[in-house]
């Protein structure tokens, strides 16, 4: 690991069984992402997963108002993350959006097993830099990197490592041009790890 990264925390959001193909709100090519998202989190000293954790009678779901089908209930397979996804450095888990009447796209709204929140983390390992990956790039990943901004890290959102939900065709397009007005770094895989230097490539 070259020194670029000493400070950089990797934040893997929601990559759940329920956003994949095959899900109950999956996200076109959701899967395709994890391949990319297995090379980065070798180069890493801090990788933190997350999850939408809804109870079953979320504010979130069609049967009670909301926009979406029920998805990613506590406890349900369809909440379990990915199982190609390499979990062995993950650190910390968080889980946010877990009680009914409150919905919560952002990971800083989240909590660990221990009730600490992102920030609180992050900030009790001096991380000073965030590069996102996950799902989706037009909800929850657009506003962990906001509130990434928001807490004064510099962000990096890595684009070949996320996909959109796209109920508009473009809506993933526009999130990531809203990323990068609010002053994020947008990147691709390759990119990030061509900066830890050749020595962390993979072989």
């Not at 998202?37 to 108002?65: M, Y």
Request: proline share 6%; net charge negative; with cysteine.
């Amino acid at each position: 690991m070259s020194g670029g990264f000493v400070d950089a925390a990797l934040i893997l959001v929601d990559i759940q069984n329920d956003f994949c193909p095959g899900g109950a709100l999956a996200v076109n090519e959701g899967d395709q992402i994890v391949p990319a998202v297995n090379r980065l989190v070798p180069r890493f000293p801090l990788v933190i997963s997350t999850q939408d954790w809804h109870p079953a009678n979320h504010v979130s779901f069609k049967e009670r108002g909301g926009p979406w089908p029920p998805h990613c209930v506590q406890g349900t397979p369809g909440a379990e993350l990915h199982s190609g996804l390499d979990t062995a450095k993950v650190a910390y888990y968080f889980r946010k959006a877990s009680s009914p009447d409150r919905d919560d796209y952002s990971e800083f709204a989240g909590k660990d097993d221990r009730g600490r929140t992102l920030d609180e983390v992050l900030k009790s390992h001096g991380v000073t830099t965030l590069y996102v990956v996950g799902l989706a790039t037009d909800y929850c990943v657009l506003e962990t990197v906001l509130d990434g901004l928001k807490h004064s890290y510099e962000v990096y959102a890595v684009t070949d490592a996320m996909r959109a939900v796209n109920v508009n065709p473009v809506d993933g397009e526009k999130a990531l041009q809203k990323m990068a007005r609010s002053g994020a770094h947008l990147v691709t895989s390759d990119e990030v790890l061509n900066l830890a230097g050749s020595s962390a490539r993979p072989s």
